[in-house]
């Protein structure tokens, strides 16, 4: 190998830097033990690479959602919401939150299953995707009271990307005006 590569190049080059965006990642479990569980997961966010902070909602409880719709007699989720502060690019994000799902047993078999731990990244700042693979923001958020009014109560002043306010779309959720 050359020399000059090993030593690396001294000029003044400025390395470029992506700059940090606040991601929004819902959190749930309704198998196994919830609690630790989702306290295991915050951790792991917290050591994924170039993401700074990691601010979360404390945890709500909720009834199963099925295709169907609500589903009381499946085991009851645990939910909470994390505003993840990073400098990653969304779809890498995203390939983070499933090693987290895994690690903790996530089991990808059967679609709206119940388990173990659930992390769907919401929204990524304002970017907009309907990419299949990264859809941004996520496209049941506007429906889910159990993603809103956590969200709302670590960021009071939070908006999802063509959507607007939290606030206001929890209200219309909720039926209020």
Do not use: C, Q
Request: hydrophobic residues 45%.
């Amino acid at each position: 190998m050359s020399r000059r590569l090993a030593e690396g190049y001294a000029g003044d080059v400025v390395p470029a830097t992506r700059a940090s965006v606040d991601a929004v990642v819902a959190l749930g479990a309704n198998l196994g033990d919830r609690a630790a569980t989702m306290k295991a997961a915050i951790e792991d966010l917290a050591r994924v690479p170039l993401v700074g902070a990691v601010r979360v909602s404390e945890p709500i409880e909720s009834v199963a959602l099925k295709p169907d719709g609500p589903d009381a007699s499946a085991p009851a989720y645990l939910n909470a919401v994390a505003i993840v502060t990073t400098r990653l690019a969304p779809s890498v994000l995203l390939g983070y939150l499933h090693a987290i799902e895994e690690r903790h047993g996530r089991d990808r078999r059967e679609h709206w299953g119940d388990r173990t731990l659930d992390l769907d990244l919401i929204a990524y700042g304002d970017v907009r995707s309907d990419d299949p693979r990264l859809l941004l923001p996520h496209p049941r958020a506007v429906e889910r009271d159990f993603v809103l009014a956590p969200w709302l109560s670590v960021d009071p002043e939070a908006t999802l990307p063509g959507v607007g306010r939290v606030d206001a779309a929890l209200a219309r959720l909720r039926g209020e005006r």
